[in-house]
């Protein structure tokens, strides 16, 4: 199956997991766990897992919405898959699923979690703030039902379902997820993927504000676990919040708003043996100053 994830993700990370993989057989021990303190879509985790390349996945996101989303594949698959089924796509329920993700109150995870799944399925760019496609009145060339395939995405989570024994799902702060995954020590990857530092707002589900990144980097130069993260390219990676650590530029393709070729930034903890950064299979990568092993 080429898509594991049911959910589209703006700046998805999915693409990294054959390069995750190669990191993973890089390292002496292996790790045998991954984990993904911002989790979101965690196309890079489920591929990795599919793939027998980890024996477990740790997939973190402190919005409820989508918490509750991953619990429901993995706890209640057939209940959440027949909803998929059977649900009707259209402008009426895309105004109860998003009253339902505004005040998640009330509401258990099957009700939350498939409202979060709607919205992320029939905004434009699968943003949960934007508005349906084809918009409310339904006048674009693409209708609200466009990237709605019912058999395909409850196929994905039926199969999903079935790795439940190894998938692991929480809901806090990623500071306090990597502290739950400080005993394992070098036995799980990590992989970080903040909200940018620019617009982060606009894409993500959860933002970060400038004294949230400055602990998470904080931590991280702390932190026993091997690592590494992506980031926009902006001065602060490099000239202080991840300063002295190796970093690299690479190019990915965006799909949020409209397509377009940008680079942003990989930095990697001190430990990390690092097999090289072609991080995507097409576009560029470079060291970035004295980054570039010698």
């Given at each position: 199956?080429?898509?594991?994830?049911?959910?589209?993700?703006?700046?998805?990370?999915?693409?990294?997991?054959?390069?995750?993989?190669?990191?993973?057989?890089?390292?002496?021990?292996r790790p045998?766990?991954?984990?993904?303190?911002?989790?979101?879509?965690?196309?890079?985790?489920?591929?990795?897992?599919?793939?027998?390349?980890?024996?477990?996945?740790?997939?973190?996101?402190?919005?409820?919405?989508?918490?509750?989303?991953?619990?429901?594949?993995?706890?209640?698959?057939?209940?959440?898959?027949?909803?998929?089924?059977?649900?009707?796509?259209?402008?009426?329920?895309?105004?109860?699923?998003?009253?339902?993700?505004?005040?998640?109150?009330?509401?258990?995870?099957?009700?939350?979690?498939?409202?979060?799944?709607?919205?992320?399925?029939?905004?434009?760019?699968?943003?949960?703030?934007?508005?349906?496609?084809?918009?409310?009145?339904?006048?674009?060339?693409?209708?609200?039902?466009?990237?709605?395939?019912?058999?395909?995405?409850?196929?994905?989570?039926?199969?999903?379902?079935?790795?439940?024994?190894?998938?692991?799902?929480?809901?806090?702060d990623a500071?306090?997820?990597?502290?739950?995954?400080?005993?394992?020590?070098?036995?799980?990857?990590?992989?970080?993927?903040?909200?940018?530092?620019?617009?982060?707002?606009?894409?993500?589900?959860?933002?970060?504000?400038?004294?949230?990144?400055?602990?998470?980097?904080?931590?991280?130069?702390?932190?026993?676990?091997?690592?590494?993260?992506?980031?926009?390219?902006?001065?602060?990676?490099?000239?202080?919040?991840?300063?002295?650590?190796?970093?690299a530029e690479?190019?990915?393709?965006?799909?949020?708003?409209?397509?377009?070729?940008?680079?942003?930034?990989?930095?990697?903890?001190?430990?990390?043996?690092?097999?090289?950064?072609?991080?995507?299979?097409?576009?560029?990568?470079?060291?970035?100053?004295?980054?570039?092993?010698?």
């Amino acid at each position: 199956m080429r898509y594991l994830s049911p959910l589209r993700y703006p700046g998805g990370k999915g693409r990294l997991a054959p390069y995750i993989a190669r990191l993973l057989a890089s390292q002496a021990p292996r790790p045998h766990a991954y984990a993904e303190p911002f989790a979101g879509g965690a196309g890079a985790a489920l591929r990795l897992l599919v793939d027998e390349e980890v024996r477990a996945i740790y997939i973190n996101d402190l919005n409820p919405g989508i918490a509750a989303f991953w619990r429901c594949v993995f706890e209640q698959t057939d209940a959440f898959a027949a909803l998929i089924e059977a649900a009707p796509v259209d402008l009426d329920a895309w105004h109860a699923a998003r009253a339902v993700y505004e005040q998640p109150e009330g509401h258990d995870d099957l009700e939350l979690g498939f409202a979060t799944f709607f919205l992320n399925r029939c905004n434009r760019s699968g943003i949960l703030g934007a508005r349906p496609i084809g918009g409310l009145d339904q006048a674009g060339r693409w209708k609200i039902d466009a990237r709605f395939n019912r058999d395909n995405l409850a196929e994905r989570v039926r199969l999903l379902g079935g790795y439940r024994e190894r998938a692991h799902v929480s809901q806090l702060d990623a500071r306090d997820f990597l502290r739950t995954l400080e005993a394992q020590g070098t036995d799980v990857l990590v992989y970080v993927d903040p909200p940018y530092l620019v617009q982060g707002e606009d894409l993500y589900l959860d933002s970060l504000r400038p004294d949230d990144h400055a602990e998470l980097a904080a931590m991280l130069r702390d932190s026993r676990l091997p690592w590494f993260l992506t980031y926009d390219v902006h001065e602060q990676i490099t000239t202080g919040l991840y300063g002295g650590l190796r970093t690299a530029e690479f190019d990915i393709a965006h799909t949020a708003q409209k397509q377009h070729v940008g680079a942003e930034y990989a930095v990697f903890s001190d430990e990390l043996i690092v097999p090289g950064i072609d991080l995507m299979r097409r576009g560029e990568s470079r060291w970035i100053g004295s980054a570039a092993p010698a």
